[in-house]
């Protein structure tokens, strides 16, 4: 069965750092591309950021709120991705999903998806 | 303000047919880029509905379908279901952005 399960988020002050994974199973993690998808409390849901596959180069591209703050890493003797976030602002408070993108160039979509881990962040 | 428009709520009572608008510009639905439609239900997380702006993936109901004109698109639900009950979103591809972007969600409530 192919499965994603977020970890890692915690409550961060404001300007803090943080790492969430999101560990694979039932496939290799690097042959997939990969997007982040965050919700804030009682919100819509927002485009991250992703990665390639490493066949397709294993490149990164984010959104302009998070673009220069957050990256995205592959470990893959562990099958796990992970979203490095720095100078975290309180209005990046959300759940964050990890979903594999699937589908025809840019008409792709979030195939199948973790279960979120929630990122706090306040002082 | 999100870049693709949804109704906030709809509503209907089991059996009924109710329908969910998305509606975007020519940067992305218009451009024409794919619609797909997801469902959250309470406390969980996004789950794919409707792919390819009318393609169910396997395991999803064929009371629900999709369709797509121009700049906009509707997911349908023929006949409503308690279980049903749950927030709706539509996704497409937007080429100014060069990001995914979605619809800001229809909570669609069962009577």
């Known amino acids: 069965e192919v499965k994603l399960v977020e970890s890692g988020g915690d409550l961060v002050k404001p300007g803090g750092s943080l790492r969430v994974a999101c560990a694979a199973s039932g496939f290799t993690i690097n042959t997939e591309w990969i997007a982040w998808v965050r919700q804030a409390p009682g919100k819509g849901l927002e485009w991250v950021g992703r990665?390639?596959?490493?066949?397709?180069?294993?490149?990164?591209a984010f959104a302009a709120p998070v673009n220069g703050r957050f990256t995205i890493s592959r470990d893959d003797s562990k099958n796990t991705l992970y979203l490095q976030m720095s100078s975290l602002r309180t209005e990046d408070t959300a759940i964050y999903y990890c979903t594999i993108m699937r589908g025809p160039g840019a008409n792709d979509y979030g195939l199948t998806w973790g279960q979120g881990t929630l990122v706090t962040v306040s002082s | 303000q999100s870049v693709l428009t949804q109704p906030p709520s709809v509503s209907g009572a089991p059996g009924q047919r109710v329908t969910i608008s998305c509606t975007g510009s020519?940067?992305?639905?218009?451009?024409?880029?794919?619609v797909h439609w997801y469902q959250q239900l309470p406390g969980a997380a996004p789950k794919l509905l409707i792919s390819?702006?009318?393609n169910r993936p396997s395991g999803v109901p064929d009371r629900f379908s999709g369709s797509k004109s121009g700049t906009s698109a509707s997911l349908a639900n023929t006949g409503l279901q308690p279980e049903d009950e749950a927030d709706y979103y539509c996704q497409s591809y937007d080429s100014g952005l060069r990001t995914w972007v979605f619809g800001g969600g229809t909570k669609l409530t069962v009577l």
């Open positions: 020519s940067s992305n639905l218009g451009a024409p880029y794919d």
């Open positions: 390819g702006n009318m």
């Open positions: 990665i390639k596959s490493q066949r397709d180069g294993g490149t990164t």
